[in-house]
C-alpha cells in the first residue's frame, strides 16, 4: 500500500472515529490531562507512525486540535507495545479509571479485561510500558488498568483494531456510567 495513501487513511479513520465521540463521552471518562485515542499506520516503529489528537481530548468533550501523526506519545507507546504483542491491534484510547466504568466494559460489554500492580514495576522501565507488556505476554486484552484504584488519575486503556470500533466501546460506556 503507498505509504501516503495508508496515512491519510489512518487520519480519515481516526476523525470519522472522533466526530460522534467528542458528542458522547461522559465527562466521567475525562482524565485531568484529556482523554486520547490514536491509531497506528501498518508495522509502525516510532511516534511518527501513531496518529492521535494533537492536545487530547478535553473536559469539554471536545479535540483540542486535529488528528496528526506525533501528537501523543503517552497513546504512540500504547499503541506500539500493544503491536509487538498483536500486529492488528493498532487503537486504542487512554481514558479515566472507575470500578463503574470497568463494570461497563467488563461486565456489561463482556470486554477482556487485565490489569498490572505499578508497584512491581522494574527500575529503569517505564512503568506504563513495562505494564502494558504484562497484560499482553499471553494473550492481548481489550481493557487494560492499573491495580492501584486509589490514584485518581489512574488510567483505563482501551484497545482495538480499529479507531470506531474503540470509540463506540467508549460512547457505550459513557451512557451507561
Known amino acids: 500500500m503507498d505509504p501516503t495513501f495508508e496515512r491519510n487513511a489512518v487520519i480519515a479513520q481516526l476523525e470519522k472515529a472522533i466526530a460522534p465521540l467528542a458528542e ?69 484510547a487512554i481514558l479515566r479509571y472507575s470500578d463503574r466504568a470497568l463494570d461497563v466494559l467488563d461486565g456489561n460489554l463482556f470486554l477482556e479485561c487485565a490489569s498490572f500492580n505499578a508497584a512491581r514495576a522494574p527500575n529503569g522501565i517505564n512503568t506504563m510500558d513495562w505494564g502494558i507488556a504484562s497484560c499482553c505476554r499471553e494473550e492481548v486484552p481489550d481493557v487494560i488498568f492499573t491495580e492501584d484504584r486509589s ?25 451507561r456510567i
Not at 507512525?49 to 488528528?67: D, Q, S
Not at 482495538?160 to 451512557?175: F, L, M, Q, T, Y
Request: with cysteine.
Open 151 to 175: 490514584d485518581k488519575n489512574a488510567p483505563l486503556i482501551l484497545l482495538g483494531e480499529e479507531p470506531v470500533d474503540v470509540a463506540n466501546n467508549i460512547i457505550i460506556c459513557s451512557n
Open 24 to 92: 458522547s463521552i461522559s465527562q466521567k471518562l475525562i482524565p485531568p490531562t484529556g482523554a486520547q485515542i490514536g491509531y497506528a499506520i501498518r508495522g509502525a516503529r516510532d511516534n511518527g507512525g501513531v496518529a492521535a489528537v494533537e492536545g487530547r481530548i478535553t473536559g469539554a468533550g471536545k479535540p483540542a486540535g486535529a488528528c496528526a501523526f506525533g501528537a501523543d506519545e503517552e497513546i504512540a507507546r500504547v499503541i506500539l507495545t500493544v503491536m509487538k504483542f498483536d500486529p492488528l491491534r493498532r487503537s486504542a
